[in-house]
């Protein structure tokens, strides 16, 4: 992928600016896209097409959140398993999936050309291959305009609230999932998270290793070691879970929960792309 | 005399040091990593005082108080435990290999919990402990009404514990492949991590244990005559099926806790009671006793060990026991005495049938079901039969899924056939043997070592993994040639093994793990043309080279004795039906994952039909497993369309059921 040269950006620029509504290459319907899992199905709402059909969709409502899945959006079965014979029927403009989910493509090439998203494959950070694969997803479905201001738009977002940031004191923090109430996940070093909060000058509480998909799984007591620091904790959380982690007399006394400093925040899809970026920052802002 | 009497004392004392070394040695070692990781947390002067005045202020006395002593206390209650339910249950059903798994009521304790957990969560707000044991209670019970029929004999209970624990985790995989990201706590907690957040667990579980081992020692004189026949022990006075009973009970109610408290801990129930019969504990009042030590040690030591290992994610101490436990289990092999107690009259005495009418009529019914598999689908607007133009699109979606699973449950069919006559063992099925587990365990190691998992690379893993299992199954069968209680052993011990790693690996929260779920709970999903060309290709030669051994297979259900008499060259013999078994096991395990049920049942039904002589039972078997893995995989492709259900879980599913209802009718 071709980095964002000055080239890229004026030509970007200059269609926004010339209204591309005009151009005849929107007033064709929009491709029909299928998406075999969500990070590659938020890219795709992102660019302002509604995917015909999404893997696990009531999965995605709960998990990914936003951008939300357009009304009549097909459910194509679980992530794991996505229903060929149903996307056969559909016959979709293009399939969208993303890296290291083992899947076989040669039965989705057959159906319709296949983009994946090659995430966390180790080759960059994160936040820079979210924006060069979104530029990728725009040429692939001829929406370049709206991938460049999408990234540009992340990238203002992001920076905006990093001044919103910059009079507070600098307090290191902590983003975690729960999903039982004796270990979280941490993400840190590899994290799109990780690279949000680089750029939002924020310091990420937890710096040891990580695996290849930028988190840690833990025990509840190692949280020790981020002393007092703010703990972002990602919805959604089980209600019994919940219930668990209150009774707890080690969670009750680990000093991040007794200096009160654990906030909760909407879902967030650790593994997304630039709208999970932003997600993020804003919740981030709020919390 | 005296002579004697100072050598029976010599003996009773090395014994007695056997015992103290197998519980000793243990001890010294994980107090002394505990004692080291102490240091580390907390200085020496500070562990009493910060006891029992607590300085929550201070980090290091807040874990100390709320992480390390919990974790270090339910180490030992559950190994504890664990220790006293083994040699309870194998006491009770006179079988060395009885644990909690054996007879259902983890499998219970695991579906309930994750029913709960998915669909009812304000079940959990009082805490695991009564759901699970609800489960855990109502499997055994079920086991127990399945077995009740045959007075509750070994065998029975062993074949009834496997059937309802392989329906109860068949729906529980069900349940988590179709909730996969609220499945997370599941996975964790399934994998048996001694992780605390307080002190309300071990007060909880403290007290069970204590009733239980109160419960237990004042059942220990009915317990001991056990030993006895049951005639026997029924002329002393005491009744058999009222001890089991009660017996049962505690056993149950321990392991539920234990379940509740921190999932599933395999091994050490299986491994604590052998080590100590081993170590020279005779008597069933000295293994109540040195069992539950045993067990709280070697649980003990693991879970300090799974601390000082160098990993990311610390492995949960209940996939580190099956680690350390299955080569232990190797190893004690050649020294462990198994009584196999061959209940031929196990299932239904049916009219015997020639059954070759029957097997044209199979030929029949399996091609229809075939055409009707390939036609009758669903699609975006409903129930569709596919005409002849669609079926050129449709055909290569759905030809190598349906070649694949006929293949596959053909193959098991055989093989489950042929290791039940081999073995004499009823409950022989290919994945007791280790091969399917040792195909997953090459899979999911690929699944670590690389990010880039694909197709051929998925074989060839699975390919190795069978392999190295077979080769380790081998020898410590072949300690007394191929003795088939052995091999069964071997086999569950890599079985173990295998189904411990997974579970780490699902606990990893890796989003790859789709793929994994899906193989492993034997979906045809993945199937290629390929795959379905070397299915079709082992199934044909395995058809044509096994009525070669028919003779063997009369023969070899007498006994070995009456093998020997009847001039089979034994190991010859086992060695040749090793590998019809093994080759044909991995085949289908590659392309269809590590299903059982198939292998299990299919020559049962055959049975049961009664096609009970070698060759019919053979072709019969093949039939009944091909037609029943299609009839799955096409009804888990249609019933919560665009959803799949794997095959293998469905077989399972809707088998166990089948399976138990026909033990019960034939229970008379």
Same mark, same amino acid.
């Given at each position: 992928?071709?980095?964002?040269? /000055?080239? /890229?950006?004026?030509?970007?620029?200059?269609?926004?600016?010339?209204?591309?509504?005009?151009?005849?290459?929107?007033?064709?319907?929009?491709? /029909?896209?299928?998406?075999?899992?969500?990070?590659?199905?938020?890219?795709?709402?992102?660019?302002?097409?509604?995917?015909?059909?999404?893997?696990?969709?009531?999965? =995605?409502?709960?998990?990914?959140?936003?951008?939300?899945?357009?009304?009549?959006?097909?459910?194509?079965?679980?992530?794991?398993?996505?229903?060929?014979?149903?996307?056969?029927?559909?016959?979709?403009?293009?399939?969208?999936?993303? =890296?290291?989910?083992?899947?076989?493509?040669?039965?989705?090439?057959?159906?319709?050309?296949?983009?994946?998203?090659?995430?966390?494959?180790?080759?960059?950070?994160? =936040?820079?291959?979210?924006?060069?694969?979104?530029?990728?997803?725009?040429?692939?479905?001829?929406?370049?305009?709206?991938?460049?201001?999408?990234?540009?738009?992340?990238?203002?977002?992001?920076?905006?609230?990093?001044?919103?940031?910059? +009079?507070?004191?600098?307090?290191?923090?902590?983003?975690?999932?729960?999903?039982?109430?004796?270990?979280?996940?941490?993400?840190?070093?590899?994290?799109?998270?990780?690279?949000?909060?680089?750029?939002?000058?924020?310091?990420?509480?937890?710096?040891?290793?990580?695996?290849?998909?930028?988190?840690?799984?833990? +025990?509840?007591?190692?949280?020790?070691?981020?002393?007092?620091? /703010?703990?972002?904790?990602?919805?959604?959380?089980?209600?019994?879970?919940?219930?668990?982690?209150?009774?707890?007399?080690?969670?009750?006394?680990?000093?991040?929960?007794?200096?009160?400093?654990?906030?909760?925040?909407?879902?967030?899809?650790?593994?997304? +792309?630039?709208?999970?970026?932003?997600?993020?920052?804003?919740?981030?802002?709020?919390? | 005399?005296?002579?004697?009497?100072?050598?029976?004392?010599?003996?009773?004392?090395?014994? $007695?040091?056997?015992?103290?070394?197998?519980?000793?040695?243990?001890?010294?070692?994980?107090?002394?990593?505990?004692?080291?990781?102490?240091?580390?947390?907390?200085?020496?002067?500070?562990?009493?005082?910060?006891?029992? !005045?607590?300085?929550?202020?201070?980090?290091?006395?807040?874990?100390?108080?709320?992480?390390?002593?919990?974790?270090?206390?339910?180490?030992?209650?559950?190994? $504890?435990?664990?220790?006293?339910?083994?040699?309870? @249950?194998?006491?009770?059903?006179?079988?060395?290999?009885?644990?909690?798994?054996?007879?259902?009521?983890? !499998?219970? $304790?695991?579906?309930?919990?994750?029913?709960?957990?998915?669909?009812?969560?304000?079940?959990?707000?009082?805490?695991?402990?009564?759901?699970?044991?609800?489960?855990?209670?109502?499997?055994?019970? $079920?086991?127990?009404?399945?077995?009740?029929?045959?007075?509750?004999?070994?065998?029975?209970?062993?074949?009834?514990?496997?059937?309802?624990?392989?329906?109860?985790?068949?729906?529980?995989?069900?349940?988590?492949?179709?909730?996969?990201?609220?499945?997370?706590?599941?996975?964790?907690?399934?994998?048996?991590?001694?992780?605390?957040?307080?002190?309300?667990?071990?007060?909880?579980?403290?007290?069970?244990?204590?009733?239980?081992?109160?419960?237990?020692?004042?059942?220990?004189?009915?317990?001991?005559?056990?030993?006895?026949?049951?005639? *026997?022990?029924?002329? #002393?006075?005491?009744?058999?099926?009222?001890?089991?009973?009660?017996?049962?009970?505690?056993?149950?109610?321990?392991?539920?806790?234990?379940?509740?408290?921190?999932?599933?801990?395999? &091994?050490?129930?299986?491994?604590?009671?052998?080590?100590?019969?081993?170590?020279?504990?005779?008597?069933?009042?000295?293994?109540?006793?040195?069992?539950?030590?045993?067990?709280? %040690?070697?649980?003990?030591?693991?879970?300090?060990?799974?601390?000082?290992?160098?990993?990311?994610?610390?492995?949960?101490?209940?996939?580190?026991?099956?680690?350390?436990?299955?080569?232990?289990?190797?190893?004690?092999?050649?020294?462990?005495?198994?009584?196999?107690?061959?209940?031929?009259? %196990?299932?239904?005495?049916?009219?015997?049938?020639?059954?070759?009418?029957?097997?044209?009529?199979?030929?029949?019914?399996?091609?229809?079901?075939?055409?009707?598999?390939?036609?009758?689908?669903? *699609?975006?607007?409903?129930?569709?039969?596919?005409?002849?133009?669609?079926?050129?699109?449709?055909?290569?979606?759905?030809?190598?899924?349906?070649?694949?699973?006929?293949?596959?449950?053909?193959?098991?069919?055989?093989?489950?056939?042929?290791?039940?006559?081999?073995?004499?063992?009823?409950?022989?099925?290919?994945?007791?043997?280790?091969?399917? *587990?040792?195909?997953?365990?090459?899979?999911?190691?690929?699944?670590?070592?690389?990010?880039?998992?694909?197709?051929?690379?998925?074989?060839?893993?699975?390919?190795?993994? !069978? #392999?190295?299992?077979?080769?380790?199954?081998?020898?410590?069968?072949?300690?007394?040639?191929?003795?088939?209680?052995?091999?069964?052993?071997? *086999?569950?011990?890599?079985?173990?093994?295998?189904? !411990? &790693?997974?579970?780490?690996?699902?606990?990893?929260?890796?989003?790859?793990?789709?793929? #994994?779920?899906?193989?492993?709970?034997?979906?045809?999903?993945?199937?290629?043309?390929?795959?379905?060309?070397?299915?079709?290709?082992?199934?044909?030669?395995? @058809?044509?080279?096994?009525?070669?051994?028919?003779?063997?297979?009369?023969?070899?259900?007498?006994?070995?004795?009456?093998?020997?008499?009847?001039?089979?060259?034994?190991?010859?013999?086992?060695?040749?039906?090793?590998?019809?078994?093994?080759?044909?096991?991995?085949?289908?395990?590659?392309?269809?994952?590590?299903?059982?049920?198939?292998?299990? %049942?299919?020559?049962?039904?055959?049975?049961?039909?009664?096609?009970?002589?070698?060759?019919?039972?053979?072709?019969?078997?093949?039939?009944?497993?091909?037609? %029943?893995?299609?009839?799955?995989?096409?009804?888990?492709?249609?019933?919560? &369309?665009?959803?799949?259900?794997?095959?293998?879980?469905?077989?399972?599913?809707?088998?166990?059921?089948?399976?138990?209802?026909?033990?019960?009718?034939?229970?008379?």
């Amino acid at each position: 992928m071709a980095p964002l040269t /000055r080239r /890229r950006c004026l030509a970007g620029l200059a269609a926004t600016s010339l209204g591309v509504r005009g151009d005849p290459a929107h007033t064709a319907p929009p491709p /029909r896209v299928a998406c075999l899992e969500w990070t590659s199905a938020e890219m795709v709402i992102s660019l302002g097409i509604g995917p015909v059909a999404v893997a696990d969709s009531k999965g =995605y409502r709960d998990w990914v959140a936003g951008p939300a899945l357009p009304a009549g959006c097909l459910d194509l079965g679980s992530r794991g398993e996505p229903n060929l014979e149903l996307l056969l029927e559909l016959k979709p403009d293009l399939i969208t999936g993303a =890296y290291g989910y083992g899947l076989d493509e040669a039965p989705f090439r057959r159906i319709a050309p296949l983009h994946t998203v090659p995430f966390y494959d180790g080759t960059e950070a994160p =936040y820079r291959q979210a924006e060069n694969e979104t530029l990728k997803l725009g040429s692939q479905l001829g929406r370049e305009a709206e991938a460049l201001r999408l990234v540009q738009e992340t990238a203002a977002a992001i920076s905006q609230i990093r001044a919103q940031f910059s +009079g507070r004191a600098d307090q290191p923090l902590a983003v975690v999932s729960m999903f039982d109430d004796r270990h979280v996940r941490v993400y840190g070093k590899g994290s799109l998270f990780q690279d949000v909060l680089d750029r939002l000058s924020l310091t990420n509480a937890w710096t040891a290793p990580t695996d290849s998909w930028g988190f840690s799984m833990l +025990g509840i007591e190692e949280l020790v070691a981020i002393g007092e620091a /703010r703990v972002i904790s990602l919805d959604p959380i089980p209600p019994h879970v919940k219930i668990r982690i209150d009774q707890s007399s080690l969670w009750a006394n680990l000093p991040c929960v007794k200096a009160g400093n654990v906030r909760t925040i909407p879902p967030v899809w650790p593994f997304g +792309g630039l709208a999970a970026a932003t997600r993020f920052a804003t919740f981030l802002a709020r919390a | 005399m005296t002579i004697m009497q100072s050598t029976a004392g010599h003996r009773a004392r090395f014994k $007695a040091g056997m015992l103290v070394a197998l519980v000793g040695v243990p001890a010294v070692l994980a107090a002394y990593l505990t004692a080291a990781g102490l240091l580390r947390l907390l200085p020496a002067d500070m562990w009493w005082q910060s006891l029992g !005045a607590t300085d929550f202020a201070d980090p290091r006395q807040l874990l100390y108080r709320h992480a390390f002593l919990p974790r270090l206390a339910i180490s030992l209650l559950a190994g $504890a435990a664990l220790g006293l339910t083994g040699t309870l @249950l194998q006491q009770l059903l006179r079988n060395p290999l009885a644990e909690p798994t054996t007879i259902g009521t983890n !499998a219970g $304790a695991t579906v309930a919990l994750t029913i709960a957990t998915l669909y009812a969560p304000w079940m959990l707000e009082q805490g695991r402990e009564w759901v699970a044991l609800a489960g855990g209670a109502l499997s055994t019970l $079920a086991v127990l009404a399945l077995a009740r029929g045959r007075s509750f004999s070994p065998v029975a209970i062993i074949i009834s514990g496997l059937v309802v624990s392989l329906t109860c985790s068949s729906a529980s995989a069900l349940l988590m492949a179709a909730n996969r990201e609220y499945s997370e706590e599941l996975f964790i907690w399934q994998s048996g991590s001694l992780i605390q957040n307080g002190d309300a667990v071990v007060l909880g579980f403290a007290p069970w244990l204590a009733m239980a081992g109160i419960a237990a020692f004042l059942l220990l004189r009915p317990l001991r005559l056990l030993d006895l026949s049951d005639e *026997g022990a029924e002329s #002393l006075g005491t009744k058999p099926v009222v001890t089991r009973l009660a017996g049962m009970t505690v056993a149950v109610a321990l392991s539920s806790m234990v379940v509740a408290a921190v999932g599933v801990i395999s &091994f050490v129930a299986l491994a604590a009671p052998a080590l100590v019969r081993l170590a020279g504990a005779r008597t069933l009042r000295q293994r109540m006793i040195w069992a539950p030590l045993a067990g709280a %040690m070697l649980l003990w030591l693991t879970d300090r060990l799974v601390q000082v290992l160098p990993f990311t994610s610390e492995i949960p101490a209940g996939v580190a026991t099956a680690f350390l436990g299955a080569p232990l289990l190797f190893l004690l092999l050649p020294k462990l005495r198994t009584s196999p107690d061959r209940d031929g009259t %196990m299932l239904a005495s049916v009219r015997r049938r020639s059954g070759w009418a029957y097997l044209l009529l199979g030929l029949v019914a399996m091609a229809l079901l075939l055409c009707a598999a390939l036609v009758v689908g669903r *699609g975006a607007t409903g129930w569709h039969v596919a005409s002849a133009a669609e079926l050129a699109d449709l055909q290569p979606l759905r030809a190598p899924r349906i070649v694949v699973a006929v293949c596959a449950g053909m193959m098991l069919g055989v093989v489950g056939t042929l290791m039940q006559r081999m073995t004499g063992n009823p409950m022989a099925a290919p994945e007791v043997l280790g091969i399917s *587990g040792g195909a997953s365990l090459g899979i999911l190691l690929l699944f670590v070592a690389t990010s880039d998992v694909n197709r051929p690379a998925m074989i060839a893993a699975g390919l190795v993994g !069978a #392999l190295v299992s077979l080769a380790m199954v081998s020898p410590a069968g072949r300690q007394q040639p191929l003795a088939p209680d052995r091999l069964l052993l071997s *086999g569950v011990a890599v079985a173990t093994m295998a189904s !411990a &790693f997974s579970a780490v690996m699902l606990a990893s929260g890796d989003p790859r793990l789709d793929t #994994l779920i899906g193989w492993l709970s034997g979906s045809t999903y993945r199937a290629t043309a390929a795959d379905a060309t070397i299915a079709a290709v082992a199934a044909t030669a395995l @058809l044509a080279i096994v009525p070669l051994t028919s003779r063997w297979l009369e023969i070899l259900p007498l006994g070995e004795a009456a093998s020997r008499g009847l001039g089979l060259g034994l190991f010859r013999v086992r060695v040749v039906l090793l590998v019809l078994i093994s080759v044909p096991t991995t085949i289908a395990t590659l392309v269809i994952g590590p299903l059982s049920f198939v292998g299990l %049942m299919a020559p049962h039904l055959a049975r049961m039909l009664g096609l009970r002589r070698a060759l019919p039972q053979l072709f019969a078997s093949a039939m009944l497993g091909g037609m %029943m893995l299609v009839s799955v995989d096409w009804a888990g492709r249609m019933l919560i &369309f665009p959803w799949q259900i794997p095959a293998g879980l469905l077989a399972a599913l809707v088998g166990g059921p089948y399976f138990m209802v026909l033990m019960w009718k034939g229970r008379q």
